[in-house]
Nanobody, 114 residues
């Protein structure tokens, strides 16, 4: 099963930016879809952004224009660049891989607060 290691979360003020990273244990070129989901307290886990073959992306409406997803095949890493962060972006962010039935990272906390 694919091992995923997230990093880059933290505390940021509204309007600030963070970049999350997700390093994979296998060649990222072999993974069909990778992405980011988030879960706020008391809420279900929800899609943020995914990236597939040909670097095609799908971004949630709530973050469209503020967040971008990308991947570096040389580093086997997927990134989530988050700009213009809002308080409502506060959540645990999880990396996802579709390979072998699906794998999740351990999650990284993002807190947006003044």
């Amino acid at each position: 099963q694919v091992q995923l290691a997230e990093s880059g979360g933290g505390l940021v003020q509204p309007g600030g930016a963070l970049r999350l990273s997700c390093a994979t244990s296998v060649s990222i070129s072999t993974i069909g879809v990778m992405g980011w989901y988030r879960q706020a307290p008391g809420q279900p886990r929800a899609l943020v952004a995914i990236i597939g073959f040909g670097d095609r992306t799908n971004i949630a409406d709530s973050v469209l224009g503020r967040f971008t997803i990308s991947r570096d095949t040389a580093k086997n890493t997927v990134y989530l660049q988050m700009n213009s962060l809002k308080v409502e972006d506060t959540a645990v962010y999880y990396c996802y891989s579709s390979q072998n039935g699906g794998s999740w990272g351990q999650g990284t906390q993002v807190t947006v607060s003044s």
